[in-house]
């Protein structure tokens, strides 16, 4: 079964250093906020709560900030700054030195999983707030757009590994299809979605069987 790489293994997500005592309070609100939208969702979360929790007033919280909308605004903006560091060191040539494309695809699959549902409060969080604010829609698909380019980029180096006659808009295939398929399993609860009810490892097996097909790899396991 290909359910793990160990080129994964010790892979954290990035975590934003508390720099300057300028910055402390700042820290503890965004710190309060990713802990409230944990603990009770979007809706439920209160600026009235993340100051108490942030061991300040709610009068500091609006001297930094107009509303709710707008910390969570820099709430979205260290996760993108987070996401980005994490990202890089996913993705590092070096990490991924002589690792055929299911060996990376494998890493992939398990890391999103894995931080998904970690991160779940906050993935949901961001999935409303990108439903009602185009801004935070943008970063989102900015992002995924900076992912789905150095992985491309990641699987074109091994583009002799691909029978598929053409290398690199097979590639941009793969990586919407596991994409969509993620956000089904991520996501797919309210739909009853079959890739919500099989498991990680049927899961994992079966995407990688599919994308290992289309691309015309050498179907050897990694």
């Given at each position: 079964m290909r359910t793990?790489?160990?080129?994964?293994?010790?892979?954290?997500?990035?975590?934003?250093?508390?720099?300057?005592?300028?910055?402390?309070?700042?820290?503890?609100?965004?710190?309060?906020?990713?802990?409230?939208?944990?603990e009770k969702g979007y809706a439920d979360a209160s600026v009235a709560d993340i100051a108490g929790r942030a061991g300040c007033s709610v009068g500091t919280v609006y001297r930094r900030f107009r509303d709710k909308t707008a910390l969570l605004h820099a709430l979205d903006e260290r996760w993108a700054a987070a996401f980005r560091a994490t990202m890089e060191d996913a993705v590092a040539t070096e990490r991924w030195q002589g690792a055929p494309i299911l060996e990376v695809l494998t890493g992939y699959i398990e890391f999103s999983l894995s931080q998904a549902r970690e991160r779940g409060a906050l993935h949901r969080a961001a999935l409303i707030m990108a439903s009602r604010d185009a801004s935070f829609?943008?970063?989102?698909?900015?992002?995924?757009?900076?992912?789905?380019?150095?992985?491309r980029d990641l699987l074109l180096e091994r583009r002799d590994e691909i029978g598929h006659a053409d290398p690199a808009l097979a590639v941009e295939f793969v990586l919407e299809q596991l994409r969509s398929m993620l956000l089904a399993r991520l996501d797919g609860r309210p739909l009853d979605a079959t890739l919500f009810a099989v498991s990680?490892?049927?899961?994992?097996?079966?995407?990688?069987?599919?994308?290992?097909?289309?691309?015309?790899l050498d179907p050897q396991p990694v």
């Amino acid at each position: 079964m290909r359910t793990h790489t160990y080129r994964i293994d010790g892979l954290k997500w990035a975590q934003p250093a508390h720099q300057l005592r300028s910055q402390r309070t700042l820290e503890r609100l965004l710190d309060a906020t990713e802990a409230e939208l944990r603990e009770k969702g979007y809706a439920d979360a209160s600026v009235a709560d993340i100051a108490g929790r942030a061991g300040c007033s709610v009068g500091t919280v609006y001297r930094r900030f107009r509303d709710k909308t707008a910390l969570l605004h820099a709430l979205d903006e260290r996760w993108a700054a987070a996401f980005r560091a994490t990202m890089e060191d996913a993705v590092a040539t070096e990490r991924w030195q002589g690792a055929p494309i299911l060996e990376v695809l494998t890493g992939y699959i398990e890391f999103s999983l894995s931080q998904a549902r970690e991160r779940g409060a906050l993935h949901r969080a961001a999935l409303i707030m990108a439903s009602r604010d185009a801004s935070f829609a943008a970063r989102q698909l900015q992002l995924a757009s900076e992912l789905h380019v150095r992985l491309r980029d990641l699987l074109l180096e091994r583009r002799d590994e691909i029978g598929h006659a053409d290398p690199a808009l097979a590639v941009e295939f793969v990586l919407e299809q596991l994409r969509s398929m993620l956000l089904a399993r991520l996501d797919g609860r309210p739909l009853d979605a079959t890739l919500f009810a099989v498991s990680d490892e049927q899961f994992i097996d079966q995407a990688l069987t599919s994308v290992g097909g289309y691309l015309e790899l050498d179907p050897q396991p990694v």
